[in-house]
């Protein structure tokens, strides 16, 4: 129940065209859901977070989609760049608590 | 403003050793949090301190332990290291306990021999 599955594990995209990232969980009791990008050899960088009582956030062109009912999450990168080329984790949280992360996907976006 | 640091950036140990590793918070954060991430999986959770109190604690064995210090550094020590220690430790910083948005530092990467 503690867990948080993120698909897919890895991910090619085109420049410009947009990348879906998906995570799902079990514990009705987490109230945060981050996601993080991480550069090989860096931490995680903090990139977007969403509370369930909303269902999609948007900054830039980054946006998360939320289904509460569902326990559903996703990530969208519009127009997605080279330089977005990077390994994203989703993660929850409850209240308090630690982070539960995702397995992490690799994302690749080709020029 | 300065992010989470951590020291040392690498570090090279042999099996039976001790390690220290540090984190400094960025200033005005009272809560640190310590994971280990392994290559290719996500970060798993080791210890939570909140104003110098541990406030949670992962599966991990008691060879790790941490503290918090009054500036709200910390410190993250493993006893004993086992191979399977080698990992990137990775600390986070965050104002409070709660849902406040963790930071990460830039990690400490662990080899053991």
Known sequence: ?111 | DAGVTQSPTHLIKTRGQHVTLRCSPISGHKSVSWYQQVLGQGPQFIFQYYEKEERGRGNFPDRFSARQFPNYSSELNVNALLLGDSALYLCASSLAGGNTEAFFGQGTRLTVV
Request: proline letters at 6%; glycine letters at 10%; a positive charge.
């Open chain 1, 1 to 111: 129940q503690q867990q948080v599955k993120q698909s897919p594990q890895s991910l090619i995209v085109q420049k410009g065209g947009i990348s879906i990232i998906n995570c799902a969980y079990e514990n009705t009791a987490f109230d945060y859901f981050p996601w993080y990008q991480q550069f090989p050899g860096k931490g995680p960088a903090l990139l977007i977070a969403i509370r369930p009582d909303v269902s999609e956030k948007k900054e830039g062109r980054f946006t998360i989609s939320f289904n509460k009912s569902a326990k559903q999450f996703s990530l969208h990168i519009m127009d997605s760049q080279p330089g977005d080329s990077a390994t994203y984790f989703c993660a929850a949280k409850i209240s308090g608590g630690k982070l539960i992360f995702g397995q992490g996907t690799e994302l690749s976006v080709k020029p």
